[in-house]
C-alpha cells in the first residue's frame, strides 16, 4: 500500500510568531480530526525549522520539511544550507526541483540529481517535483520531458534508494494561477510517470511509489483529485497557510 501523503509548502511566507501559531493549529486539528494513515509534512522556511520541529516532536504522523539545500555537503557558499544542517535540526522531507527553483534559480535536471544524491546520503526523503509549462504541454512534449526530469535526475539512484523518493508532479501552469489540472489530467500524467518508473525499477518499486498533485489543490477539487487511482496526495502551496483549509485537503482522502 503507497504511503498517502500531504505536504505543505510554506514557501517565503509567515513571521516566526505566524509560522508558530499555523503549527499549533495544524498539530491540533490533526490530532482531533483525522483519522488513517495520512502523512502530514509542514516545509517551512529554514530559518523556523527548529522552532516548529520542536512543536512536531511528539507528532508521529507530522514531518518536518525543508524546502531546498544546497547540493555540496559544506564549503564556502555563503548563504547556503548543506543537507547534514537539515538533518542536525530533525528535517525528514526536503523539495527539490520545484519549478520556482528551476525557474527563478536556473536549477537543472544534472543539478538536481546532486541535490537528490546528498539528501538520500543524510537520511531524508527528497520530494522531487517535476512538470510542464503551459506552452510545452501545448507543444505536445509535456510526457516525454517530464518523464525525462525523471530520467537525469533519479533514475541512476538503486532501488533501495529510490524507495525513499516521493515524488511530485506540478503542472507549472497550474502553480498560483488559480488553474488547476482536471481530475483526469492528473491522472493521466501521474500513470505516466509510475509507468516510466516500473520501466526502470519494476512494477513492485512503482506501484509504492507515493506521487503527489501540486498545483492550486485546494478543499474544493482535492477529494476528486485524491480518488484517482494514481494520485497519493498533494504539495499544497498557498491552501497550506491556512490552517482549515489544509485540514480540509488532508482529510480529502
Known sequence: MRQKIVAGNWKMNKTRDEALALTSEI??????????????????????LTSVGKLL???????????????????????????????????????????ERRQYFGES???????????????????????????????????????????????????EQ?????IAYEPIWAIGTGKT????QAQEMHAKLRAHIASKYGAAVADATSILYGGSANPGNARELFGQSDVDGGLIGGASLKSRDFLDIIKSF
Open 27 to 48: 498539530v491540533n486539528m490533526v490530532r482531533d480530526e483525522v483519522r488513517g494513515d495520512v502523512q502530514v509534512v509542514v516545509c517551512v522556511p529554514f530559518v523556523y
Open 57 to 99: 516532536e511528539t507528532q508521529s504522523n507530522i514531518s518536518l520539511g525543508a524546502q531546498n539545500c544546497h547540493q555540496k555537503a559544506s564549503g564556502a557558499f555563503t548563504g547556503e544550507i548543506s543537507a547534514a544542517m537539515l538533518q542536525s535540526v530533525g528535517t525528514q522531507y526536503v523539495i527539490l526541483g520545484h519549478s
Open 109 to 159: 535536471n544534472e543539478l538536481l540529481k546532486d541535490k537528490v544524491n546528498i539528501v538520500l546520503e543524510n537520511g531524508m526523503k527528497p520530494i522531487f517535483c517535476c512538470g510542464e509549462t503551459l506552452e510545452q504541454r501545448e507543444q505536445g512534449i509535456h510526457f516525454d520531458l517530464v518523464c525525462n526530469q525523471l530520467t537525469e535526475s533519479l533514475f541512476h539512484l538503486t532501488p
Open 162 to 166: 529510490f524507495a525513499n523518493v516521493v
Open 181 to 184: 489540472a482536471t481530475s483526469d
